[in-house]
């Protein structure tokens, strides 16, 4: 079982930063793959972006490349999404999920969810 908690979301400027944080509880958290997913109201969820557990490789949303980065520091059993040059259209409700053992983007293939932190970029 993992159990997974985001912290971190806001009300920010465009252009502005935030970073997000999910902490795991667990003892096999570093066997996961993690990622970030979003939905915004009367969309579905999407994929943000993901790390695998095995050699830190990622991947992300075509949308959020060169403005956010994923990683995770497995001591702490935490993962970070840093959100850099933040744009309305990135306003959602952000989850963590994880999923054995690597990177995928249908958020049905992850197995643990956390509960979510709003993200609100003002124009």
């Known amino acids: 079982q993992v159990q997974l908690v985001e912290s971190g979301g806001g009300l920010v400027q465009a252009g502005g930063s935030l970073r997000l944080s999910c902490a795991a509880s667990?003892?096999?958290?570093?066997?996961?793959?993690m990622g970030w997913f979003r939905q915004a109201p009367g969309k579905e969820r999407e994929f943000v972006a993901a790390?695998?557990?095995?050699?830190?490789?990622?991947r992300y949303a075509d949308s959020v490349k060169g403005r956010f980065t994923i990683s995770r520091d497995n001591a702490l059993n935490t993962v970070f999404l840093q959100m850099n040059n933040l744009k309305p259209e990135d306003t959602a409700v952000y989850y963590c999920?994880?999923?054995?053992?690597?990177?995928?983007?249908?958020?049905?293939?992850?197995?643990?969810w956390g509960q979510g932190t709003q993200v609100t970029v003002s124009s």
């Open positions: 999920a994880a999923a054995p053992p690597s990177i995928r983007i249908i958020p049905i293939t992850y197995d643990y």
């Open positions: 667990g003892r096999t958290f570093s066997r996961y793959a």
């Open positions: 790390i695998s557990w095995s050699d830190n490789s990622t």
